[in-house]
C-alpha cells in the first residue's frame, strides 16, 4: 500500500511544482514588462484565480511571495522593514478570497461561451483590489531621512486601477478567446492547424496589424504633441473593425494589439500623453467586448426559412429604396444643371456686347464643361440610360462602355437566358452595381483588356436567378499587379466603391448569391449568382428545371445574342 502510494504522491508534488514554476516564470516575465499604468501582472492574476484548480493556488502563492519577498528584502533599509514585510505578502492570496466567493456567484461560462458580462466582473473586481493592495503597500513605505515620503491621493489610487484594469483587460479576454478559438482544446491539433489558416488569423494579420505598426510609425515621426495624442487615440479602430468582424474574440485580440502598440510609444516613464490613450483604449475596449456579445448572440439565432427569405426581402427593398433616392437626386441634380445652364445663358446674353471675342469663347466653354459635369454626376447617381432606355441600353452604351473605352479596351455584351424581364426592378439596378464594382476591381489588379459581360437568367425550384460574369484578357506580365492608370476615374465615373471583392460578396449574399473568381493565363474573371426573393414562380413551373449547383454561364443562342464591340 505504501509503496503503491509513493507515485502517486510524487505525481502529485510534481503538478504543484510544474504549477508554480509556470506562474513564477510568467509573472517575472510580465513583471518585466509591466508599469504603473499598464498592469499585466493583474490579468495573470485573474485569469489563474478563474481557471485554475483552488488546490493548485498555495503553489502559485508560494511562487508570487518568493519574488515579492526577495525585492522587499533588497530594500527594507532604505523602505522599512513595514513595508518589506507587506511587500511580501503576495496579492494572489488577498485576492483569493474575493475571487472564490465572486466564482460561487458569476458565471464565468454560459454552456460553452463565455459570458462576457461576467468576465468583465472579474477583471473590475481584479482592477479594484490590486489598487487598494498597492496603494496600502506604498502607504507603509518610509523613506530615508532627507527624502519626501509619498503622499497617497486619488490621482495615485486611480492610477494603479487604471493599471490594473487595462492589464487585465489585455490578457484576461484574448487568453479566453484564444481558448475558445474553434473549440481547439475539444478538438485538438488539426483544430488547430484549421484556426491558423481560418479569417480570425488573417484577419489580424492584414486588417489589425499593419494599420497598428503605421500609426506607431507616425508617432515616431510626428513632433506636434496634439498630432501624436490623435494617432494614439485612433488606435482602438482596428479593434473596432475586427469587432464587427468576429464579435467579442475580436474585440479581445484586437483590444490586445491596441494595448501593446500604445504602450509601445511611450517615450518616457509615466508619460500622461500615454496614460491618457490608454485610458480611452480601456472604455473603448469595454464597450466593444459588448458590442461584440451582442453581435455574437444575434449571429448565433438561427432564422428558419421563412424568416430567412423575409430578412432577405426586407433587404433586397432596403437597397431598392436607397436607388430610388438616387434616381431622384440625379433627376433634381439634372434640374438644376439645366436651370444652371439657363442662367448662364441669360447672363451671358446680356453681357455678350460688352465681352471680348477670346474671353466670350472662354465663357462659352465654361458653361459647356459645367454641363457635362453635372450631367456626368447625376449619370454616376443613377445611368440616364437605365431611367430611359431599362437594362439592355444600360449595358450596351451606358456608363460601363464609357469606363473600358477609357481605359482602352474593348467591350462585349451578351444577354442570355429567360426570364430577365421578369427579375425584380431591384435585381436589375443591383447586377449593374455589381458589373460597375467588378469592373472596378478588375482593373485595380491590372489593366485588361478585352472586357466582356455576360448575364444570364434562369428559374430553378420557383424562384427567378440571374448570373453575371465579366472577365478581361489579362495584361503583359510587366504590368500584372499594378492598376490601370485610370482607375481612380473608372470609380468616379461608375460610381464604385473600389473596396474589391468584400463589397461584391457583401451585396451578392443580400440576394442569396455568391461570388466565384477565376483566373488563368489569359483572362480575368468574376462571376455573381443572384437570387430574386420576390419573383417567385409556382412550384409547377420548377420542375423542369436544373438544380441550383448545376447553374452554369453557357454561351446564349444566337436568338437571345446582343454583342456591342467598340
Not at 82 to 91: C, E, G, I, K, T
Not at 137 to 149: F, K, V, W, Y
Not at 179 to 196: D, K, P, Q, S, Y
Not at 342 to 368: C, K, T, W
Request: aromatic share 8%; hydrophobic share 50%; net charge positive.
Amino acid at each position: 500500500m505504501k509503496r503503491a502510494g509513493m507515485p502517486a504522491r510524487v505525481i502529485s508534488m510534481g503538478r504543484y511544482l510544474a504549477a508554480g514554476m509556470a506562474y513564477a516564470s510568467c509573472y517575472a516575465l510580465l513583471r518585466y514588462l509591466s508599469s504603473s499604468h499598464w498592469n499585466l501582472t493583474s490579468g495573470l492574476r485573474v485569469l489563474c484565480l478563474l481557471l485554475v484548480p483552488a488546490r493548485y493556488w498555495p503553489a502559485l502563492f508560494v511562487a508570487e511571495s518568493l519574488p515579492l519577498a526577495y525585492a522587499g528584502w533588497d530594500n527594507h533599509e532604505r523602505f522599512g522593514w513595514l513595508w518589506a514585510s507587506a511587500l511580501a505578502v503576495p496579492p494572489l492570496m488577498l485576492n483569493a478570497p474575493v475571487f472564490a466567493w465572486c466564482r460561487r456567484r458569476v458565471a464565468l461560462f454560459r454552456g460553452s461561451e463565455v459570458h462576457v458580462t461576467g468576465m468583465l466582473t472579474y477583471i473590475l473586481v481584479g482592477a479594484v483590489l490590486t489598487a487598494l493592495i498597492n496603494t496600502g503597500t506604498l502607504a507603509l513605505m518610509r523613506m530615508p531621512p532627507g527624502e519626501t515620503p509619498p503622499v497617497i491621493t486619488l490621482h495615485i489610487a486611480l492610477d494603479y486601477f487604471l493599471g490594473g484594469y487595462l492589464g487585465a483587460l489585455t490578457l484576461v479576454p484574448a487568453f479566453l478567446a484564444f481558448l475558445a478559438l474553434r473549440g481547439w482544446a475539444a478538438r485538438g491539433r488539426v483544430a488547430w492547424l484549421e484556426a491558423l489558416r481560418g479569417d480570425f488569423v488573417r484577419d489580424c494579420v492584414v486588417g489589425v496589424l499593419p494599420p497598428l505598426v503605421l500609426m506607431m510609425w507616425m508617432i515616431s515621426r510626428v513632433d506636434h504633441l496634439e498630432v501624436m495624442q490623435v494617432i494614439r487615440m485612433a488606435m482602438f479602430l482596428p479593434a473596432a473593425w475586427l469587432t464587427l468582424r468576429h464579435g467579442w474574440q475580436g474585440a479581445a485580440v484586437g483590444g490586445l494589439l491596441a494595448s501593446v502598440a500604445t504602450q509601445l510609444t511611450e517615450t518616457v516613464v509615466r508619460d500622461p500623453a500615454v496614460i491618457q490613450a490608454q485610458a480611452l483604449i480601456a472604455f473603448a475596449v469595454s464597450s466593444l467586448l459588448m458590442v461584440g456579445a451582442k453581435l455574437a448572440g444575434v449571429s448565433r439565432m438561427a432564422p428558419n426559412d421563412g424568416d430567412l427569405m423575409r430578412g432577405l426581402q426586407l433587404a433586397q427593398r432596403g437597397l431598392y429604396q436607397e436607388e430610388l433616392r438616387l434616381r431622384q437626386v440625379a433627376e433634381s441634380l439634372e434640374r438644376l444643371g439645366q436651370s444652371m445652364r439657363e442662367g448662364q445663358q441669360r447672363m451671358f446674353e446680356r453681357l455678350r456686347p460688352l465681352l471680348p471675342a477670346n474671353i466670350e469663347q472662354s465663357y462659352v466653354r465654361h458653361i459647356d464643361h459645367t454641363q457635362r459635369e453635372v450631367h456626368r454626376l447625376a449619370d454616376t447617381l443613377h445611368p440616364r440610360a437605365w431611367r430611359e432606355r431599362g437594362l439592355a441600353a444600360t449595358f450596351e452604351d451606358g456608363p460601363l462602355a464609357r469606363a473600358a473605352a477609357m481605359a482602352g479596351a474593348s467591350y462585349r455584351w451578351e444577354l442570355g437566358g429567360s426570364g430577365l424581364e421578369s427579375l425584380s426592378p431591384d435585381v436589375h439596378l443591383m447586377l449593374y452595381r455589381q458589373a460597375c464594382e467588378i469592373l472596378v476591381y478588375l482593373m485595380a489588379r491590372e489593366p485588361v483588356r478585352d472586357v466582356r459581360v455576360q448575364i444570364r437568367g434562369g428559374l430553378t425550384h420557383g424562384h427567378r436567378w440571374a448570373v453575371l460574369r465579366i472577365s478581361g484578357a489579362r495584361a503583359t506580365p510587366a504590368q500584372r499587379g499594378k492598376a490601370a492608370p485610370e482607375w481612380s476615374q473608372l470609380v468616379s465615373l461608375l460610381g464604385a466603391s473600389g473596396q474589391g471583392l468584400t463589397t461584391i460578396r457583401d451585396r451578392a449574399q443580400i440576394y442569396g448569391g455568391m461570388v466565384h473568381e477565376r483566373e488563368d493565363g489569359q483572362r480575368l474573371a468574376v462571376s455573381v449568382l443572384l437570387h430574386d426573393a420576390w419573383q417567385a414562380e409556382p412550384a409547377a413551373a420548377s420542375a423542369s428545371s436544373t438544380s441550383p449547383l448545376s447553374i452554369q454561364l453557357r454561351e446564349p443562342g444566337p436568338a437571345t445574342r446582343k454583342v456591342r464591340q467598340i
